[in-house]
């Protein structure tokens, strides 16, 4: 692991270098500068896509009562006068609305995954996050700044199964990401329905029926939605072979319904979240 992303757990003060405690007011001279908003732009790489009114109304008014007490955190811009946001994009929106002309601000030179990893760890941190735009940013560290999930999870502080069961959330429909978003759907809810067959309409149901996580759980185990195929005929000798060579190469109960030339279908079961992440690995390595 890199020496960044070791720093990465602990925390915003070890990645920029600071030992100043958060909380405090800022104060001239200890390395921050005073910025006119106008230079600031957001990272369009952010985590973070909703800023809810409400929350900057509040931000607002604690502002105007006593100014901005946490420094934004930018970087220089390509164009050498304007800085790009890399924490505090939220301080930023509600310090125009004061409206300040300058706000407090710590000018680090961060490459591109420095950048999000901060963004990241400091909304993830203070639970900024819905559970989807969290798992786009794990996604983004992964994909393109060569995280694997283990490096992931032990930077940010999260267990390797949260890492990946954030990451399915990715995989629903768009109908499904649009109700987790808005928050009529929680990251519970949400992954309940990764492996249903039909997640779109599970979801809802779900909602129309108003279900805790533990009913949409049971709802989801009782037979998917009562779309659950009847029985064919039992497997032949081959079949029944095949079940077993696979079911000893994955050490988990597999499944074979062969309908001839109209395909068939291949069901493999898993009794907890780590043995499907176990598949998904195996299976995305060939």
Do not use: C
Request: cysteine-free; charged content about 30%; proline content about 4%.
């Amino acid at each position: 692991m890199t020496p960044h992303k070791q720093r990465l757990g602990r925390g915003l003060a070890a990645l920029i270098g600071e030992d100043a405690d958060e909380n405090v007011v800022l104060e001239e001279g200890r390395g921050y500068r005073r910025l006119p908003i106008e230079l600031l732009h957001p990272n369009p790489k952010n985590p973070r896509r909703r800023f809810e009114d409400a929350e900057l109304d509040e931000l607002v008014q604690s502002i105007r009562a006593q100014g901005v007490l946490q420094p934004l955190i930018v970087r220089p811009g390509s164009d050498g006068r304007s800085f790009e946001i890399v924490a505090g994009e939220r301080r930023w929106r509600a310090a125009q609305r004061v409206p300040l002309h300058e706000v407090p601000a710590l000018v680090r030179d961060f490459s591109d995954g420095e950048a999000l990893e901060i963004a990241l760890i400091e909304n993830v941190q203070r639970a900024d996050l819905n559970a989807l735009e969290e798992a786009q940013g794990y996604a983004q560290l992964i994909e393109h700044f060569g995280y694997t999930q283990q490096q992931l999870a032990s930077s940010i502080g999260k267990s390797r199964s949260h890492i990946a069961n954030s990451l399915r959330l990715l995989t629903l429909p768009a109908e499904v990401k649009i109700h987790l978003e808005s928050g009529a759907l929680t990251a519970g809810h949400a992954r309940t329905l990764v492996a249903s067959a039909d997640p779109a309409a599970l979801a809802e149901e779900i909602i129309k029926l108003g279900l805790n996580v533990r009913e949409a759980e049971r709802l989801t185990q009782s037979g998917e939605h009562g779309r659950k195929e009847r029985r064919g005929a039992q497997p032949d000798a081959d079949t029944r072979d095949l079940e077993r060579r696979l079911a000893e190469a994955l050490g988990l109960k597999v499944q074979v319904v062969d309908r001839g030339s109209a395909g068939g279908r291949l069901t493999i079961h898993y009794r907890s979240l780590e043995q499907l992440d176990e598949v998904s690995r195996r299976l995305a390595e060939r």
